[in-house]
């Protein structure tokens, strides 16, 4: 990596920039886009926002303004810039020594402490979304909260809300899936676990991060561009990032990617425009690892920490940042003060921000230090101690197991599961995924680090985003002590090999009950398995699953189907072969992942829980179906970017199948219980806290049920409005949609503010002074507008677990897709009961964004509301007016 110098003068830049040129803040030279790409550059918001102590933040920003104001230029900048001292954790800012303050530890990863000994390996994002539990959500957010800070990590990298545009996409296991609004409910529970522990959070990737190949950093030229237009950005991609900000996170990471020409750390427009002006970001933003290519203009571009502080991978440990020249800043920042092309005030609010966190976590008082090293499991690396082997699991592996069982899928039954012992007289369990992994759980026969190897059951991804097992129980192990602790005279053949055909014949030939186990991996692009540079090659399984399905199936009537894979598989080649009774997607779960399994396989396991777990992403029935594929080949003339434009916009995942009809394999929020549910009894109130007349006002909510066949009596309000709860604007006039003032930047630069609402952020390149919303946007946005109840039955004879889900419709003139996820609850019912479930919705659920005028508008018109039990399932319908 090269580093391009910097040649043209602040003032030339204000020059280009007042001219409306959208330059590269740095060297004053237009971003260039390939021929065709025009239309997709990111216009220049400055200058950064000053963090402004707003919320809860007032005292922390004060402490931080007054300690900032103490320190000197080499103390500032340490603060910002990582010193990769390395022997601790994977970022490590420089320290400020005449106050004694030892400086951050910044670790991986979003499902646990990385790299320590005696920490949990929690299931992955995705499975835990797969729950859809906010309670367990939010448990393991405070239990690795808990263990972060327990090994002395200050800043934790995790969360990570990417949406998995592509159902191949390498880290989106990482994730929550591929909708907003559950990724949204997903990161506020996990942050707001994970920050009541004391760790401050971080929610990234920042943000287009949707694949692997070209995304820069250590793979080097071309990165990519994600070409997001504005109204697919705030209801797709931004959205968990709003939600996250709502849920006061600490930290941001901006990514590694270009966004229209203009990479993620230095991109003006989505730092200062959307984090710091329109949602009002009062934490701090930190490069993802080696992501900067350039030094000025993320600090203009409203940057706060460099991570790890050197330039490039590979490049020479830096001890001291306000000294070192191998690092984009340190030094070279307080040269570009020096030098005026970066204001000391810039730094001064990256250092307020990075300090009200800090505070605002209380990590002043008594945190402990950090007491073990990225490096090594050993006690002492060069003589020195460094892992004092802290234990910090506590209880966990009961959430973890708790976790593992309730994310599994079942997605096929005809009726084998649950499977009890005494009705087995032979088992035969079959494929490599049923067995452990042969180097140990935590290694690769080929040495490869961050489990880069698909050997044994797999129970998490690969790269980054990774922790290690303090053990793992291995599928074949907890099946076998399950069966022997109820009955040891049952027979149990484990043919742990995906090729062994000869020897699967006379196990599955004689067994009554088959279990196949098969998976599909990927992970971070830094590591290349078996070709899959990160992303998958392909939606379908690895060494040879299908075949083994196959094989087992063509002798044992009773195949029963588990896999552990990333995200979705194309499974039409077996799914209806008649002898396939049962396929479970039990995903990632974490350490705990065989007990997890016993759980939902046996109903005589001593924690045997009926399966809940549902999709949260598509299931095509061919991979061209899905509406985006990975980019593995650049797709522009040499010399420019690759080129990624989100062409289906809004419509990703099942909004695309809907859109255009094409019937999935398994729809997003899909997946089987062992007993069934039913709903009845709609009832749609436009219970509104934001529209003021609502106490005199006769709802206009009709509500008709399919289900019933009965159109209900139209409802009142059902949460008593209050006039005093706090609105944002005057609701009940012809402008009643307008949750956000407008905020087009006039003329003369000064964005216009309406009376009582603070404006949304601003458009204009030329803007001066920047216009703050609250926190996670217009406050009147997280009111709630309407609530949606219905009663749903449970029939059949099993108590079990429901995962109702609400789907809007928006009016046709908003082009939305045919139904949205707005709204889910998790409800336990007994065999033969009935339960209500009401599901509130807030002004920004039924909101749209509104390019022209930048601000959310609420729908008006008839708005559908679907409930059901899957995006497809949809058996009670109504429409809502507001
Ligand atoms: C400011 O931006 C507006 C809108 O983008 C543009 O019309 C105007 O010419 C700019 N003003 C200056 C002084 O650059
Ligand atoms: C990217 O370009 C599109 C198309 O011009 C525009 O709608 C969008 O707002 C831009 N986004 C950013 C972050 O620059
Ligand atoms: C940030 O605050 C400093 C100090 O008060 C001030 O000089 C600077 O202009 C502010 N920046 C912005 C963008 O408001
Ligand atoms: C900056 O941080 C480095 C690394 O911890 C430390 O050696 C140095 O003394 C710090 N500088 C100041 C001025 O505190
Ligand atoms: C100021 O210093 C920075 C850091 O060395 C450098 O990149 C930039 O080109 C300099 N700018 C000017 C105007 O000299
Ligand atoms: C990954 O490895 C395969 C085979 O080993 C190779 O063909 C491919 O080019 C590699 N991909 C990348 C992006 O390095
Ligand atoms: C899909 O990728 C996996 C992993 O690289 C490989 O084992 C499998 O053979 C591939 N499937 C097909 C159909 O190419
Ligand atoms: C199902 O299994 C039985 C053996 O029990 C076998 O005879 C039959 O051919 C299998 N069916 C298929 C479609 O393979
Ligand atoms: C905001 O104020 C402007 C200028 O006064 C006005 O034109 C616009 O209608 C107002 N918007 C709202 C939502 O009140
Ligand atoms: C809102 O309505 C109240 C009462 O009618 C009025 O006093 C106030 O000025 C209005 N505010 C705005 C922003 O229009």
């Not at 309000?717 to 009643?736: D, E, I, L, R």
């Not at 009961?833 to 509130?840: F, G, K, L, N, Q």
């Not at 679907?866 to 109504?878: E, I, M, T």
């Amino acid at each position: 990596m090269v580093r391009s110098s910097s040649f043209l003068k602040h003032v030339a830049l204000a020059i280009l920039l007042a001219a409306g040129v959208q330059a590269d803040l740095t060297t004053g030279i237009p971003d260039s886009a390939p021929p065709g790409y025009e239309e997709w550059i990111s216009p220049i918001i400055v200058p950064a926002a000053n963090v402004t102590g707003q919320g809860d933040w007032g005292p922390y920003v004060q402490r931080a303004r007054a300690l900032v104001a103490t320190l000197t230029i080499e103390e500032k900048v340490n603060v910002t810039t990582g010193a990769d001292v390395g022997e601790r954790c994977v970022g490590n800012t420089g320290t400020v020594e005449r106050i004694g303050w030892k400086g951050l530890c910044l670790e991986d990863s979003p499902l646990g402490v990385r790299f320590a000994d005696f920490a949990s390996a929690f299931p992955a994002g995705i499975n835990v979304a797969m729950t859809w539990d906010v309670d367990l959500i939010k448990a393991r957010g405070l239990a690795m909260g808990q263990e972060h800070k327990g090994k002395g990590v200050n800043v934790a990298l995790g969360p990570m809300t990417n949406m998995g545009r592509q159902a191949a996409a390498g880290r989106q296991w990482e994730g929550f899936g591929s909708d907003p609004f559950l990724s949204g409910v997903a990161v506020t529970n996990t942050i707001d676990g994970m920050q009541s522990a004391g760790v401050i959070a971080t929610v990234k990737h920042f943000i287009g991060n949707e694949q692997e190949h070209f995304r820069g950093g250590s793979e080097g030229f071309p990165i990519y561009s994600s070409n997001i237009d504005d109204k697919t950005m705030h209801e797709v991609y931004l959205w968990p990032f709003s939600e996250a900000i709502k849920a006061d996170v600490g930290a941001v990471m901006c990514s590694y990617n270009l966004i229209n020409q203009t990479q993620a750390c230095q991109n003006s427009k989505v730092i200062n425009g959307f984090l710091k002006q329109e949602l009002g970001f009062q934490g701090f933003i930190m490069s993802d690892w080696a992501a900067m290519i350039n030094g000025v203009q993320p600090a203009l571009a409203g940057l706060d920490m460099n991570m790890p502080g050197f330039v490039q991978y590979g490049d020479s440990n830096q001890a001291n940042p306000a000294v070192a020249t191998n690092s984009w800043w340190g030094a070279e920042l307080i040269t570009m003060i020096q030098n005026g092309s970066v204001p000391e005030s810039r730094l001064d609010d990256m250092v307020t921000r990075i300090f009200a966190t800090y505070y605002k976590l209380g990590q002043e008082n008594n945190y402990p230090p950090v007491s073990f090293s990225q490096l090594t499991e050993n006690t002492y690396l060069n003589g020195q101690l460094v892992n004092e082997h802290v234990n910090v699991q506590d209880d966990h592996y009961k959430t973890i197991r708790q976790i593992g069982a309730q994310s599994a899928v079942l997605l096929k039954n005809t009726g084998s599961l649950p499977l009890s012992v005494k009705k087995l007289k032979r088992v035969g369990v079959f494929g490599s995924d049923a067995a452990p992994r042969p180097a140990g759980p935590n290694s690769c026969q080929d040495g490869t680090s961050d489990k880069g190897c698909d050997e044994g059951t797999l129970a998490m991804g690969w790269g980054s985003g990774t922790a290690n097992f303090p053990y793992l129980i291995d599928p074949f192990a907890a099946i076998s002590q399950h069966i022997y602790s109820i009955d040891p005279t049952v027979v149990i053949e484990g043919v742990l090999l995906d090729y062994a055909f000869a020897a699967n014949a006379p196990v599955a030939s004689n067994a009554d009950t088959c279990l196949v186990f098969v998976n599909a991996d990927s992970g971070e692009g830094y590591l290349n398995i078996s070709g899959n540079a990160g992303d998958r090659n392909n939606i379908t399984l690895w060494h040879g699953g299908e075949a083994l399905i196959e094989n087992v199936a063509s002798q044992c009537e009773n195949t029963i189907v588990v896999q552990h894979a990333v995200g979705a598989i194309i499974v039409e080649s077996w799914i209806d072969h008649p002898n396939v009774t049962a396929y479970i997607q039990a995903g990632l779960p974490g350490q705990e992942s065989g007990n997890s399994l016993v759980d939902v396989l046996f109903s005589d396991s001593p924690q045997a829980y009926n399966p809940s777990g549902r999709l949260v992403y598509t299931v095509a029935k061919q991979a061209s179906d899905y509406p985006a594929q990975i980019l593995y080949t650049t797709n522009v003339p040499a010399g420019y970017n690759p080129q990624i434009t989100y062409e289906e916009g809004v419509n990703i995942d099942y909004r695309w199948f809907d859109a255009h009809n094409i019937e999935p394999r398994f729809e997003f929020g899909f997946g089987l219980s062992y007993t069934t549910f039913s709903y009845s009894n709609l009832h749609i109130s436009s219970g509104s806290h934001w529209r003021r007349e609502a106490d005199h006002h006769t709802t206009t909510a009709h509500t008709t049920s399919s289900a019933t066949s009965k159109a209900a009596s139209s409802t009142v309000a059902s949460s008593s409005a209050k006039a005093s709860s706090s609105v944002a604007t005057n609701a009940t006039t012809s402008a009643a949609s307008s949750i956000s003032a407008s905020a087009s930047a006039s003329a003369s630069g000064s964005a216009s503010v309406n009376a009582s609402t603070t404006a949304t952020a601003p458009t204009s390149a030329n803007t001066t002074t920047p216009v703050i919303n609250p926190i996670g946007g217009p406050s009147a946005l997280y009111e709630q507008a309407a609530s949606v109840s219905f009663t749903i039955k449970n029939t059949g004879h099993l108590s079990g677990n429901e995962i109702a889900q609400l789907y809007v419709s928006f009016p046709s003139q908003y082009a939305e897709p045919p139904r949205v996820l707005r709204g889910f609850s998790k409800v336990e019912i007994s065999a033969g009961r009935s339960t209500s479930v009401t599901i509130p919705l807030r002004v920004k659920d039924l909101s749209v964004w509104d390019v022209v005028t930048q601000q959310w508008v609420l729908a008006q018109g008839a708005i559908g509301i679907s409930v059901g039990s899957s995006s497809r399932n949809l058996p009670l319908s109504g429409t809502l007016h507001l």
